[in-house]
């Protein structure tokens, strides 16, 4: 599966902004998505997941704030992103893998969120 971010961008701290992950392939309902982040010179951090059967979780510091939502008919996963604070400044990349898999396996190529102070 291919995945290609978009809605990425420059917001001030208590904005929102709505990140698309487009996927591309067969059998989009039959992967676990997620989205994580990451800044330069850090390690990538995981944000939210959602399940095949619409399970979600996420990390502590988006927890009531983000929401990670998808649609199987388009083929995409989108991110809430509400009360966004400086901290949460990051490129944003979305993710899957098959359920049963250790790993996300596969990797769009990131969108850049700044949120401005």
């Known amino acids: 599966v291919q995945l290609v971010e978009s809605g990425g961008g420059l917001v001030q701290a208590g904005g929102s902004l709505r990140l698309s992950c487009a996927a591309s392939?067969?059998?989009?309902?039959?992967?676990?998505m997620a989205w994580f982040r990451q800044v330069p010179g850090m390690e990538r951090e995981f944000v939210t997941f959602?399940?095949?059967?619409?399970?979600?979780g996420y990390a502590d510091s988006v927890k009531g704030r983000f929401t990670i939502s998808r649609d199987n008919v388009k083929n995409q996963v989108y991110l809430q992103m509400n009360s966004l604070k400086p901290e949460d400044t990051a490129i944003y990349y979305c993710a899957a893998k098959v359920l049963g898999d250790p790993g996300y396996n596969y990797w769009g190529q990131g969108t850049q969120v700044t949120v401005s102070s």
């Open positions: 959602i399940t095949t059967s619409g399970l979600r």
């Open positions: 392939g067969r059998s989009f309902s039959n992967y676990q």
